[in-house]
């Protein structure tokens, strides 16, 4: 595989060993930077009144207030990505989208993959578990619906677009994506710059990702039920979550969604003997997870008890269990391997996928995991450790990794860990937008996201598309890049050649 051989490359991105630098270290922005002063102070309120106006808003948990909604934050101007690279991932959408379906489908696959992982992770085990339950009752739902995310850097030594992970459960920010792209156009004409406007890609995420929902409820055949969004105890993104309720309502005003978290599920749902799932006297057609992806959010075996009961119907789940399991660390680590991908696709769609990743290591006891516990201790700041979480937040770098990987070389607990190539993507400068802080120019470095829909079964594919982009930014000297779990902020893309 295409892979980019990382230990030739260093934050400098200098010529050594043969990895030469091919491509600016720091890319220009959509305008030159920095602004002046008084341009500053006169974009900045139109550009946050735009955003909180077009819907791009939070609640945040250190100021958490039901009647309030704040800004959520963000970046003013576009940042840039190459145009091929964007294509390129673009087209190959659908590709992905395949290969996690026909993944998820491969129970062979999934066992040798989290054999391992679920012996000393708790919270994989159980999910495992209710996967076998379900397998072994015999599957009710006879498709499922994959909302998926890719997200990439774009790597300067490989001047390529390198995959970070593939979300299955909960791939947000397809509202809010949209909506920062329209608040930059904004800023854009503003600026008296119209020319810039073709620089910024239509982005329909949060119609399309609706779109798959209401195909998914078409496809279930009952017209009175309903579409259900599992929802997080206390909902902090709640702009992201209402702009699909509400895109839904407006594609098609029959159909109705109701928000239901796990612990209310376990009080108010039940299952029909043939297997229908019927929320207070509500059947349900398609289930959208927007919670269940981290330990606390079961706060007891009642939570556990609530997503068996999903599982085991016959509503169509975003994602089903399986697709969850699809979208684990660890799975996605051995999908990276030498040769595995034709198990799943042709030759040359391998191939092409392939160029996709960067390093992805087993930290599996035995002579291949001791090996990359070794590389990664001598040299932590190359590497990220990445347990099997999602959310933000989760994963550990720099001498993080080494005091870990000190503590638990020697025992099985590494095996819910992979360890993953840090990824070198460009600097940028950009004006971040937060409320009640200085808008000040800071280096920043962006993260693409591609959203997929797909909806199929191990049969046959009846809709497979690519669905739309996001954008996240950080700044330089911050890891992790959630916007949720505050570690970054929105952005949309400005195609350079």
């Known amino acids: 595989m295409a892979a980019c051989d990382m230990s030739c490359c260093d934050g400098n991105f200098d010529k050594k060993s043969g990895c030469e630098e091919k491509t600016t270290r720091v890319l220009e922005g959509c305008i030159p930077l920095p602004l002046p002063d008084e341009m500053i102070s006169e974009i900045v309120p139109k550009a946050k009144d735009y955003a909180l106006l077009h819907g791009a808003g939070m609640r945040f948990k250190d100021t958490y207030n039901p009647d309030i909604l704040q800004m959520a934050p963000f970046f003013l101007l576009p940042s840039a990505f190459p145009r091929r690279e964007f294509d390129r991932v673009v087209k190959l959408q659908p590709l992905i989208n395949i290969?996690?379906?026909?993944?998820?489908?491969?129970?062979?696959?999934?066992?040798?993959?989290?054999?391992?992982?679920?012996?000393?992770?708790?919270?994989?085990a159980k999910l495992w578990n209710i996967y076998l339950t379900v397998r072994e009752e015999g599957v009710s739902q006879w498709v499922s619906l994959g909302m998926f995310r890719c997200d990439y850097f774009y790597c300067v030594p490989c001047q390529s677009a390198q995959q970070v992970e593939i979300n299955t459960i909960a791939s947000s920010f397809g509202a809010l994506a949209s909506r920062t792209g329209l608040t930059?156009?904004?800023?854009?004409?503003?600026?008296?710059?119209?020319?810039?406007?073709?620089?910024?890609?239509?982005?329909n995420a949060l119609a399309e990702l609706c779109g798959g929902m209401i195909s998914a409820w078409e496809v279930y055949g009952?017209?009175?039920?309903?579409?259900?969004?599992?929802?997080?105890?206390?909902?902090?993104?709640?702009?992201?979550q209402r702009f699909h309720e509400y895109e839904i309502r407006r594609q098609r005003p029959d159909i109705h969604v109701i928000r239901q978290n796990l612990t209310q599920i376990s009080k108010n749902g039940k299952l029909t003997d043939d297997k229908r799932l019927i929320i207070d006297g509500d059947e349900i057609a398609v289930?959208?997870?927007?919670?269940?992806?981290?330990?606390?959010?079961?706060?007891?075996?009642?939570?556990?008890?609530?997503?068996?009961?999903?599982?085991?119907?016959?509503?169509?789940?975003?994602?089903?269990?399986?697709?969850?399991?699809?979208?684990?660390?660890?799975?996605?680590?051995?999908?990276?391997?030498?040769?595995?991908?034709?198990?799943?696709?042709?030759?040359?769609?391998?191939?092409?996928?392939?160029?996709?990743?960067?390093?992805l290591y087993s930290?599996?006891?035995?002579?291949?995991?001791?090996?990359?516990?070794?590389?990664?201790?001598?040299?932590?700041?190359?590497?990220?450790?990445?347990?099997?979480?999602?959310?933000?937040?989760?994963?550990?770098?720099?001498?993080?990794?080494?005091?870990?990987?000190?503590?638990?070389?020697?025992?099985?607990?590494?095996?819910?860990?992979?360890?993953m190539d840090k990824i070198?993507?460009?600097?940028?400068?950009?004006?971040?937008?937060?409320?009640?802080?200085?808008?000040?120019?800071?280096?920043?470095?962006s993260e693409l996201g591609i959203f997929g829909v797909l909806i199929g079964n191990e049969k046959e594919i009846i809709l497979n598309k690519f669905a739309g982009h996001m954008l996240r930014t950080k700044l330089s000297s911050a890891n992790e890049g959630g916007v949720a779990a505050g570690f970054g902020a929105l952005d949309s893309v400005f195609l350079f050649d």
């Open 99 to 124: 290969l996690m379906h026909r993944i998820a489908h491969d129970h062979d696959f999934l066992e040798s993959s989290l054999k391992n992982t679920i012996r000393v992770d708790d919270f994989t």
């Open 184 to 203: 930059h156009r904004y800023v854009l004409g503003e600026l008296r710059k119209p020319e810039l406007l073709d620089h910024i890609p239509e982005n």
């Open 222 to 240: 009952n017209k009175k039920a309903v579409i259900m969004f599992v929802i997080e105890d206390v909902t902090y993104n709640i702009c992201d």
């Open 287 to 359: 289930v959208y997870f927007r919670a269940g992806y981290e330990p606390g959010q079961y706060h007891s075996e009642r939570e556990w008890e609530a997503r068996l009961t999903i599982e085991r119907s016959k509503a169509i789940k975003s994602p089903s269990i399986q697709y969850h399991l699809a979208g684990t660390k660890k799975v996605q680590q051995e999908v990276a391997r030498l040769g595995v991908l034709k198990r799943f696709l042709s030759e040359a769609e391998a191939d092409l996928v392939g160029q996709l990743f960067t390093g």
């Open 363 to 419: 930290l599996d006891m035995g002579p291949e995991g001791d090996a990359a516990i070794q590389m990664a201790m001598e040299n932590p700041d190359r590497f990220v450790l990445k347990p099997q979480r999602e959310g933000g937040g989760n994963n550990m770098y720099g001498d993080e990794i080494k005091e870990f990987l000190e503590k638990v070389k020697d025992t099985p607990a590494r095996e819910a860990y992979i360890l």
């Open 424 to 445: 070198r993507p460009p600097l940028q400068y950009n004006y971040l937008v937060r409320g009640g802080t200085e808008v000040k120019l800071s280096e920043v470095v």
